[in-house]
């Protein structure tokens, strides 16, 4: 078994409506999107997921999230734009994106958001 990862840092500012505190109030984080992917398998040249496919993936990913208002983003429309649910969101979009890279074998296993050195949440793979 194969394990690869990759970390992508992006700015984006969030206020959690509903919380009872500080968070309520818009602010920002530099968010880091480290992101796990798997694979049982080399390909022809020995690799498990193209280290560069998949940073890019997760860079167009951490792009379209990028210095923006999260609680207006599209993506969030739904939900707040809690750590939990932005690992969440990156985890389905990114597992979608990497069965396209390469020979298809590999899957993103977790995926953990930092909203700074000192907290995360992490998505798991169902199963984990």
């Given at each position: ?34 992101v796990f ?28 999230w990028d ?62």
């Open positions: 078994m194969f394990e690869l990862r990759v970390e992508v840092e992006f700015p984006a500012g969030h206020h959690l409506p509903g919380y009872p505190g500080d968070c309520s109030r818009m602010h920002g984080h530099n968010w880091v999107l480290e992917a798997r694979s049982r398998q080399l390909d022809s040249v020995g690799m498990a997921i193209d280290f560069r496919a998949l940073k890019s993936a997760v860079k167009a990913l951490a792009a379209s210095h923006e208002n999260l609680n207006e983003h599209p993506d969030f429309k739904d939900f707040n734009p809690t750590a939990e649910n932005i690992a969440r969101l990156a985890f389905e979009r990114l597992s979608v994106a990497v069965q396209k890279i390469g020979n298809g074998a590999g899957w993103i296993d977790r995926v953990t958001v930092w909203e700074n050195p000192h907290a995360s949440a992490t998505y798991f793979r169902e199963g984990q």
